[in-house]
């Protein structure tokens, strides 16, 4: 099996003149049934009433995209749609698979062919010179069915994750809703014993302590991953060590919905601390710090903490006092550990499900690798 390498504008056909931007106004005038996708650098953006092509085309980004390895920067579009004028528009000719072209796309490195800085840009000359290699057509279908076949398994694995997020956001509607009238309607300030910022000092050392930053806290999850560590004298230990069922909050961040994002800490393998971006909070006995943490990441406790937010220089902060004034609905002791029991059912399922996920996205990621340098199949 031989590869060639042909310049883009050799395996496609260029359709930017067909291309045509809408401004808010424009776009809100054709939308009252919202029937066709309207499309920009990335995907869809929104739906409305005519389109402009009626065929299979290639979008790759041409501002505001990604084009580094293995980023993201085209995708195909099979069904009427408009685009504007951040995606390039082609379609394959004879003996190009359209789909085997999106995946080499995603997978190489255009960085090289991207002008600007504050903003990329992707120019139609540097896009023609964008060079591939491609296999004859039996080759280029073989490649495209097995790396479809492994996206697919990616896709099925996010879908059954998916569905456990919206199990467990059944269960916590379930334990809020069905007696009301048992709830108690108190401020945060009622069940609070305790804050603390963490440390400012900042610092990078592989020896030293985990510090735990705003990156790592995710909603209802601490991320373990990539993990920043300081070298910490016993004070600061003693004033910003994690205990366990510590409840750490956002709180600041240059975007609103981000501020409050809260997780619990339930144990880890070593010490852990964390700096002056979270708020570490102790509750009293009669609070579930988990329910607590969901009901803060629900919609309805991002509505309530956004209500109680300062700005400052771009910056969106919440405080003590603004954490006190904050409105809480708390079920039941017995109602919120019966949502502790299945959220931690759950969650085990789930890390199980992220674990398989990983490992299917190095398999599809192994097989592009294997796949663009011929040896995927080599007879």
């Known amino acids: 099996m031989g590869f060639e390498t042909v310049k883009l504008k050799d395996l496609t056909i260029n359709l930017d003149n067909k291309r045509k ?33 009626d065929q299979e085309i290639l979008c790759i980004a041409e501002d505001g995209g990604s084009w580094g390895f293995r980023e993201k920067c085209a995708y195909i579009m099979n069904e009427p749609c408009w685009v504007n004028n951040h995606a390039h528009v082609l379609v394959a000719k004879e003996n190009v698979n359209v789909k085997y072209l999106c995946y080499y796309l995603n997978y190489a490195d255009l960085s090289k062919h991207i002008t600007g800085t504050t903003r990329g840009k992707l120019t139609k000359s540097a896009l023609e010179k964008i060079e591939v290699k491609i296999p004859d057509y039996s080759t280029q279908n073989k490649i495209v069915n097995a790396l479809d076949k492994s996206q697919e398994l990616i896709d099925k694995r996010k879908a059954q994750i998916e569905a456990l997020d919206q199990l467990t956001q059944s269960v916590f509607l379930e334990i809020l809703f069905r007696n009301p009238e048992k709830n108690t309607r108190i401020k945060f300030a009622e069940v609070i014993k305790e804050t603390k910022n963490g440390i400012s000092r900042r610092g990078n050392d592989e020896n030293g302590n985990i510090v735990l930053r ?29 205990n366990l069922n510590d409840l750490l909050l956002i709180r600041v961040n240059g975007n609103p919905d981000y501020v409050g994002r809260s997780a619990v800490f339930t144990g880890y ?18 609070v579930e710090n988990i329910f607590l943490a969901y009901y803060l990441n629900s919609y309805i406790g991002k509505k309530e903490l956004r209500k109680n937010l300062k700005t400052s220089a771009g910056q969106y902060t919440i405080s003590r006092e603004g954490l006190n004034k904050v409105n809480i609905i708390l079920p ?48």
């Not at 931007?21 to 309207?38: A, F, I, T, V």
């Not at 705003?214 to 230990?237: M, P």
């Not at 796949?371 to 995927?376: D, N, R, Y």
């Open 214 to 242: 705003l990156r790592d806290i995710k909603e209802n999850l601490i991320d373990y991953t990539d993990v920043n560590r300081i070298k910490l004298n016993e004070t600061e230990k003693e004033n910003f060590r994690v």
């Open 332 to 379: 039941t002791l017995e109602d919120q550990k019966y949502f502790v029991h299945w959220f931690k059912v759950i969650q085990e399922k789930k890390q199980l499900l992220q674990q398989s996920l990983v490992e299917l996205n190095n398999t599809f990621n192994s097989l592009m690798q294997r796949a663009f340098k011929g040896e995927l199949f080599n007879d």
């Open 21 to 53: 931007p809408l401004n808010e106004l424009e776009r809100k005038s054709l939308k009252k049934k919202g029937l066709y996708p309207y499309c920009g650098a990335n995907g869809v953006l929104d739906y409305i009433d005519e389109f402009i092509f």
């Open 269 to 286: 393998s070593e010490e852990v601390f964390f700096n002056d971006h979270i708020i570490r909070i102790k509750t009293i006995e009669s």
